[in-house]
């Protein structure tokens, strides 16, 4: 059997097309089925007078926006010096994040972890284990902090599904 190389993107237009015919992957929450999902990414960018300073720490804020819910099915980070020039390799790059949810309160660990723990590239996304449901209007909190002598510009993307009509 010929093994077929590591999967790069999640196939959202066949994803959506089986779940319409009532075909569900296993980590499909099943509280959504039947809902309309249209693909869609939240983000939030740490640049310009935003940027993340040399060895300092910086907020966030995404709001799920009004009118669906958001599923999160994966997550990629950019990560540049300050002038956008130069791309800071997977694995190289010295940041932490904490995740929190206003929804509740909830952190989504129990410290800040390592980026490349939470977010892949462009190129092989940051698959998580199971899809994070954000109900309309909750606000993603997010926290970096820079351990580096180095001031970067950091985009942080969170892919999946607007589910309309779920969480209102």
Known sequence: MA????????????????????????????????????AFTLNIDFSGATALGASTTANGAITVPGDAAHMILSTTAVVTNTDDTTFVAFGSRPITVALRTTGGGRDLSTSAVHIDNWFGTAQQPKYWDSPKILSPNETLTVLLSNLS???RHVRLAFHGFKVFGFGR
């Not at 196939?11 to 809902?35: C, V």
């Open 149 to 151: 002598a180095t001031a």
């Open 3 to 38: 093994s077929r190389g590591p999967i790069t993107r999640l196939p959202q237009g066949q994803i959506a097309a089986s779940m319409a015919g009532a075909r569900f992957p296993w980590w499909f929450p099943l509280e959504i089925a039947n809902r309309q999902l249209d």
